[in-house]
């Protein structure tokens, strides 16, 4: 490990997330977002600025672009990747207005109706973000949206097409307000590098050129390609894994590495600030993680330089997440089962070992082409998904009795009593 990867590791460490031991604790922060995100005051003003939005779903759309735009950005010392959860220190009267505003929105009955299994633990098509970039999904979303018809009821059920058109409109809502702090982002990583004295000059000037680019265009190298990701999943409103990084990531590696513009030893650094990242989001009590090695669509194994250098940055960065995995099969070389096992005598809890050729048969009997099944994930702690493709997680099946309860009535009308309804 570097001398700098362990720099970063001090100052993540200090930061508010690794630090909280118990976040279900009414602290200075509330947890009503997902369970794995504080919401601050600027979500709770847009959140009472919107009261007169369409749905719910948009009038949330609103305040998290609101905490999106109070966002400020927050670049460390030693850092090279950035883009964290903002967590803003409060006066006297915001934290008074915070906590009125917090009590307020907890006993919301539209929020508490509405709020239901949880909407991450799900896997991202982080290749299509590197293919395209924001402005490639904005532009997806416009040719979408354009293709709707909401006057005609004999080609689309009005109810689902507006259910549709609300969806992109949160999209587009939220879209906006990550690809502002994204400039802010490089504006501030300008302005520091005015004052700073080199080589950190040098490797600011050259974060506000990356962060001027991605994530809202597609990556061009593989600092760009890890910038794209990071910033993306820090500024989501839960978790969501890395997916397959030595799969996505390897093609930018090697024609960095082939055109003599990176190097190994400077990749690894890169690798482990990316891992370091994880822990800055993800509470003691969860989980966040990234698959390495198994094999492809057409049966080949899946290791090269990524797979051995993702497992590296477990060793160097001995935190709980990102929880690394590695596929493993018959085809799976003796070189990385034995580098995986030294790590783990080490005392490091990861890499986790999963039986790569189970799991892609087990997921083809339930219908997952050989394409999909063979690029899983476990998407928080253990359960397995499709990447980019299913939604789902361990805590979807919640029944909502105070919502079912509302319905009930709604449907058998006024007059109904307890005992009828019983």
Not at 56 to 79: G, K, M, V, W
Not at 128 to 146: F, P
Not at 162 to 189: G, I, N, P, S
Request: one cysteine or more.
């Amino acid at each position: 490990m570097t001398w700098r990867t362990q720099k970063i590791r001090e100052e993540y460490l200090k930061m508010p997330v690794p630090q909280e031991d118990n976040p279900y604790l009414d602290k200075k922060y509330k947890h009503f977002c997902t369970g794995d995100r504080w919401i601050t005051l600027g979500f709770l003003e847009g959140w009472l600025a919107h009261e007169d939005a369409p749905t719910t779903r948009r009038r949330r759309s609103y305040a998290e672009a609101a905490e999106l735009y109070a966002a400020q950005p927050i670049i460390t010392e030693h850092e090279l990747l950035t883009g964290h959860l903002y967590l803003p220190e409060y006066t006297p009267e915001e934290q008074k207005r915070y906590d009125q505003l917090c009590e307020m929105f907890r006993m919301s009955s539209v929020t508490l109706l509405e709020r239901g299994p949880r909407i991450d633990h799900l896997s991202l098509d982080l290749e299509k973000l590197l293919r395209i970039g924001i402005s490639g999904i904005v532009a997806e979303i416009h040719a979408r949206m354009a293709e709707l018809n909401l006057q005609d009821r004999n080609v689309y059920p009005e109810f689902e097409v507006m259910k549709q058109y609300d969806f992109y409109e949160c999209c587009l809502l939220e879209l906006e307000a990550l690809k502002d702090l994204q400039k802010r982002y490089a504006q501030k990583a300008r302005e520091m590098a005015e004052t700073a004295p080199e080589p950190r000059k040098a490797e600011l000037s050259q974060m506000a050129e990356i962060l001027e680019w991605v994530p809202e265009h597609p990556a061009r190298n593989f600092r760009e390609a890890l910038q794209s990701v990071q910033f993306f999943l820090g500024t989501l409103f839960g978790l969501y894994p890395l997916n397959r990084p030595d799969r996505y990531l390897y093609p930018y590696y090697a024609e960095d590495v082939r055109a003599g513009v990176l190097t190994r030893d400077e990749a690894q650094e890169l690798i482990d600030n990316f891992c370091l990242h994880v822990s800055t989001r993800v509470f003691s009590r969860a989980a966040c993680g990234f698959i390495v090695g198994g094999q492809d669509a057409q049966g080949n194994l899946v290791e090269n330089e990524l797979t051995y250098m993702f497992l590296t940055a477990l060793e160097h960065i001995r935190m709980p997440d990102p929880n690394g995995a590695l596929a493993v099969n018959d085809q799976t070389s003796d070189d990385i089962l034995h580098y995986s096992v030294e790590i783990l005598s080490k005392g490091i809890t990861h890499p986790a070992f999963y039986n790569d050729s189970a799991i892609v048969e087990s997921l083809m009997r339930y219908g997952c082409s050989r394409e999909d099944a063979v690029n899983y994930i476990h998407t928080t702690c253990a359960e397995i998904s499709v990447v980019g493709k299913t939604k789902s997680h361990t805590g979807p099946f919640m029944v909502a009795l105070p919502k079912t309860l509302k319905e009930t009535v709604r449907a058998c009308g006024k007059e109904t009593t307890f005992a009828q309804l019983q």
